[in-house]
């Protein structure tokens, strides 16, 4: 198995780089013949998502129906699709940055008491 890292995840999905995106082309396809599954980190969607907004300019929407894409794509994997799919949820409906939904995702996984400073994300999950 093969993991992509931000660079290959950001090319697959804005198709901005006619050589990079080949190569990353070629790599799937190998992939899905070999009936392999490509690993997506979540530190690849945490950097992913900052690359997509600030440097792209997707808001929201776009970063969660892109996540939902690779999540139904059976060509990825991920480290803990139940616990992205509940990030995903909180990320809709809140106003808090990906990251922070999925920080408080695996600590309720993990069934840690998160402290943070946040005021505004602290009211929203109360």
Known sequence: MIA?????????????????CA????ELANEIREERSIRILD??????????QALYGFDR???????EQ???DSAFCFDDPSRLRATIKLYR???A??????????ARLEALELRTFDKK?????A
């Open 61 to 67: 929407d776009a970063w969660a129906q892109i996540l």
């Open 4 to 20: 992509f890292d931000t660079n290959y995840l950001v090319r697959h999905i804005v198709q901005d780089d006619e050589e990079q």
């Open 70 to 72: 690779l999540l139904e």
């Open 97 to 106: 940055e990906f990251a922070d939904y999925l920080i408080v995702g695996t």
């Open 43 to 52: 530190l690849v969607l945490l950097e992913t998502s900052w690359v997509l």
């Open 121 to 125: 994300l602290l009211k929203e999950l």
């Open 23 to 26: 190569i990353v082309a070629s």
């Open 93 to 95: 409906k809140g106003r």
